[in-house]
């Protein structure tokens, strides 16, 4: 529970937003490439790429308590689109989430021992950002009681590309949370139907929130050496590229929050918003007005012809695109290449950037 420090400040003002600004969005290649992912891109027409709509979301939040863990590669990019944010990590290699999250933790844990942290990823996009706002301060008051809390989504569809959140008994003396039983893993399509029927489970959009302290002695409990190594390197600034290659490489949803759950020590506020994660071109399409007839147009809809067709024109290259009698088709021009696929093979998008790879491509990829 919280100890008397902590309560003399509100959750709210100790809670700090992390997002992890990682991976190269493969499966929105040719848009997203490994120098320019898709956090860094606007994709949604706002004029706003997904990262900095994250942190325009948070800001009312949090203020300036914004840290932004990133690769090094990307850190001047990041900088440039978020001027504001004083504190932008940069990683000397991709370690998966869980030493992203863990590093700030131990830098926000040195500074504040009572400090909260939330994480929300660079590349979701939301709607509703008032009902967002409502259920995090739930989630940070949660949180505050020692808990690890997760932001479940309302399943529209049996998808199958995402995890799972089992929810168990209401948590007293707060409006909506409720404890969590069980973290499933990415289902088939049959078990998505039964888990979306029962009404017991949510997405795991991956959103977390948790005292810093508490996150780190929870890493501790099943990975000793990676909690040891996150808080050494907050504590001496200059091992960071002599020990970052050895961290263990976990999400933090095998790391902490699936072990946490088992043991009673996690809980979930429902959000009740829309959220989309932008995973391939079927979801970016659905996601879309229509600003054209028959098909989404990313960019300027003056350039694409598409009678009788369906699906999502990406005319990045500035070049007259055609598409005739198609459904649900996806074509995407960005000068140096171009991409057609449709909305049900939109996943496979990642494996012509593994073969691109293969054949020595870093041009492409």
């Known amino acids: 529970m919280t100890d008397a420090s902590a309560a003399d400040r509100p959750a709210l003002d100790r809670l700090w937003a992390v997002v992890p600004a990682g991976g190269a969005g493969t499966r929105l290649w040719p848009l997203s490439r490994a ?15 997904l990262l900095q709509g994250t942190v325009d979301r948070l800001q009312p939040l949090v203020g300036r308590r914004v840290v932004v863990v990133t690769g090094a590669v990307h850190e001047r990019a990041v900088r440039r689109q978020l001027p504001a944010v004083e504190r932008v990590l940069a990683e000397p290699s991709p370690r998966d989430s869980m030493a992203a999250i863990g590093w700030a933790a131990a830098l926000l844990e040195r500074e504040d021992p009572d400090a909260l942290l939330g994480s929300f990823a660079a590349d979701h996009v939301i709607w509703e950002d008032e009902a967002f706002r409502t259920c995090v301060e739930e989630a940070a008051r949660v949180a505050d009681t020692g808990l690890l809390v997760t932001i479940g989504i309302e ?5 199958t ?66 909690a040891a190594s996150l808080r050494e390197i907050a504590a001496e600034p ?12 976990i999400a933090i949803d095998h790391a902490v929050a699936e072990p946490a759950a088992a043991a009673g020590r ?14 391939d071109f079927a979801a970016l399409g659905a996601m879309r007005p229509r600003t054209t007839a028959g098909v989404q147009v990313l960019g300027d809809a003056a350039l694409v012809h598409a009678p009788g067709s ?42 012509v950037v593994d073969a691109l790879k293969r054949e020595g491509r870093t041009d492409l990829t």
């Open 310 to 351: 369906t699906g999502l024109v990406v005319p990045a290259a500035g070049r007259t695109v055609a598409v005739v009698g198609l459904e649900d088709v996806v074509v995407v021009d960005t000068g140096d290449a171009v991409l057609v696929t449709t909305y049900a093979r939109a996943q496979e998008v990642k494996d």
């Open 238 to 249: 200059d091992t960071l590229e002599r020990r970052w290659p050895g961290l263990t490489r």
């Open 155 to 159: 399943p529209t569809e049996p998808a």
């Open 35 to 49: 120098a320019h992912p898709k956090f860094l891109l606007d994709l949604t027409g706002s004029g706003r790429t």
């Open 161 to 226: 590309g995402f995890g799972y959140v089992r929810a168990g008994d209401p948590l007293d003396g707060f409006a909506t949370a409720r404890r969590v039983e069980e973290f499933v893993e990415k289902p088939d399509l049959g078990r998505a139907r039964e888990y979306v029927a029962s009404g017991r489970y949510r997405w795991n959009a991956g959103m977390f929130l948790c005292r810093a302290g508490v996150l780190l002695d929870l890493l501790a409990e099943h990975h000793p050496d990676l």
């Open 266 to 279: 996690v809980a979930m506020v429902p959000g009740p918003f829309a959220w989309e994660d932008l995973g």
